[in-house]
């Protein structure tokens, strides 16, 4: 059975500052990978992921996610915080599973940039 | 145009009552979600269709129940309404089956149940 962890539900970083939200996963299969962010009020936003091409991933807002195999990890990271970085941020695996993909959330991990 | 959109934004309903939210999709997405989240941000899922049919439908009480008139439209009624049901209900939508291309998330509708 697939899982999804995400160390850390609040991370803090100044503004400027590396942003690294982690995220790990176990799955029985290559798994497809992703991060959403969600800011105050809306619905998920996709912010990248992976499809078994390029290990790093780039996304919107400057953001990039590497899948590495052997650590079952796919840390989201951005050199550089902005102050409208501030959200909750999920990371998210899909594999297949009874005949249709099944798609399983992290707990989420918000982001304050302190000024 | 939003892609994909949800009404109401946000309900505020008794116990006991039935109340329905409806989505809609212009995205020509074949798939369509009802994801729970709960107020400590966990997401869960609900129920999915594909081109109208039901695909996944998860543990979830039978006071709800998804009905998807054409592929574009994904709504969701919920009878004798308690207050664990009080949730932000996202619908979703992705192209086919299998979302390896993410999915299209609408902004929400927050059921608050007194």
């Known amino acids: 059975a697939q899982s999804v962890t995400q160390l850390g539900s609040h991370v803090s970083v100044s503004e400027g500052a590396l942003v690294l939200l982690r995220c790990n996963y176990s799955?029985?299969?290559?798994?497809?990978l992703f991060w959403y962010v969600q800011y105050p009020n809306q619905g998920l936003q996709l912010l990248l992921k992976y499809t078994s091409a390029a290990t790093l991933v780039k996304g919107i807002n400057g953001f990039e996610a590497e899948f590495k195999k052997s650590e079952t990890s796919f840390h989201l990271t951005k050199p550089s915080a902005h102050m409208s970085d501030a959200a909750e941020y999920f990371c998210?695996?899909?594999?297949?599973?009874?005949?249709?993909?099944?798609?399983?959330f992290g707990t989420g991990t918000k982001l304050q940039v302190i000024p | 145009d939003t892609a994909v959109s949800q009404t109401p934004k946000y309900l505020v309903t008794q116990m006991g009552n039935d109340k329905s939210i409806k989505c809609e999709q212009n995205?020509?997405?074949?798939?369509m979600y009802w994801y729970k989240q709960d107020s400590k941000k966990f997401l869960k899922i609900m129920f999915s269709?594909?081109?109208?049919?039901?695909?996944i439908n998860e543990t979830v009480p039978n006071r709800f129940s998804p009905k998807s008139p054409d592929k574009a439209h994904l709504n969701l009624h919920i009878n004798s309404l308690e207050l664990g049901d009080s949730a932000v209900y996202f619908c979703?939508?992705?192209?086919?089956?299998?979302?390896?291309?993410?999915?299209?998330f609408g902004s929400g509708t927050r059921l608050t149940v007194v």
């Open positions: 799955s029985s299969v290559p798994p497809y």
């Open positions: 979703a939508s992705s192209q086919g089956q299998f979302p390896n291309y993410g999915y299209t």
């Open positions: 995205l020509g997405h074949d798939t």
């Open positions: 269709y594909n081109n109208k049919e039901l695909i």
């Open positions: 998210a695996v899909s594999e297949p599973s009874g005949g249709y993909q099944k798609v399983t």
